[in-house]
């Protein structure tokens, strides 16, 4: 009978297929893979064992089996292998990238086009990840970011067992380094404008409201609040 079902990346080396004989050595056999046909002469232990490379997927059979006095017949000749071939892992592309404003930032990246599942995710502040890479542990096809202070780029391991891991395209938020401005209560003894607030830089176009908003003039009469 013949052994070994298993499934291999394409041009991967296989495990042993296994063929065990009964008998007395030396044997002989013959077995198929549906398309060519192998002869091997000569065989003096049990099991016969042998690998393969394939490009697609095949199943094994024995065909004919003899020892050193008899030739089995058809009917004693049992089983059979298959090795199926995986697809080799693509990591895909991620959705999401964005430039994002220092500090109060959050957003949700994407995985897509993907072969595979995801082991894991990384981050990195260099672009070609060859510095510190912190390993996010999460498998699943998103992943959401919070509160970012630098410029950060993403990527997903994804793999299609048994193939090699494979790397997603880069995903980057950038962050925006100029800080919101900030400014302190104030007190005015008759009535102010807009103009007399003091935040901590200049250049500051003030709004009606904490986002979005009508924008108002230096001119604008302060309100209590």
């Known amino acids: 009978a013949i052994s070994g079902d298993q499934s291999i990346c394409a041009g991967s080396v296989s495990s042993d297929l296994s063929i065990a004989l009964t ?4 044997w002989t056999l013959t077995y198929t893979d549906g398309t060519s046909t192998f002869p091997i002469t000569n065989i003096q232990t049990s099991p ?3 690998t393969v490379t394939v490009a ?9 089996v003899e020892d050193a006095n008899c030739v089995a017949q058809t009917a004693d000749i049992s089983g059979n292998a298959t090795v199926t071939i995986a697809e080799a892992s693509n990591g895909g592309t991620i959705s999401g990238s ?3 404003c220092f500090g109060t930032n ?5 995985l897509e086009n993907h072969l595979g599942s995801v082991v894991k995710w990384q981050s990195s502040s260099v672009a070609d990840f060859s510095g510190t890479i912190t390993d996010i542990q999460n498998t699943a096809t998103t992943l959401d970011y919070t509160n970012l202070s630098e410029t950060t780029y993403y990527r997903a391991i994804v793999q299609n067992a048994p193939c090699a891991e494979a790397n997603s395209a880069i995903a980057t ?23 007399e607030l003091l935040p901590n830089t200049t250049g500051i176009q003030w709004y009606d409201a904490p986002t979005g908003g009508t924008a ?4 604008e009469a302060l309100a209590t609040g």
């Open 98 to 100: 964005t430039t994002v």
């Open 173 to 195: 938020i950038t962050v925006n380094q100029t800080e919101a401005p900030t400014t302190t209560a104030q007190t005015f003894c008759n009535a102010a404008t807009v103009s």
């Open 23 to 26: 008998g007395t050595a030396p």
């Open 216 to 219: 108002l003039s230096p001119t």
């Open 106 to 110: 959050n957003g949700t990246l994407t």
């Open 48 to 50: 016969y064992t042998f």
């Open 56 to 64: 697609e997927t095949k199943t094994y059979t024995v065909t004919a």
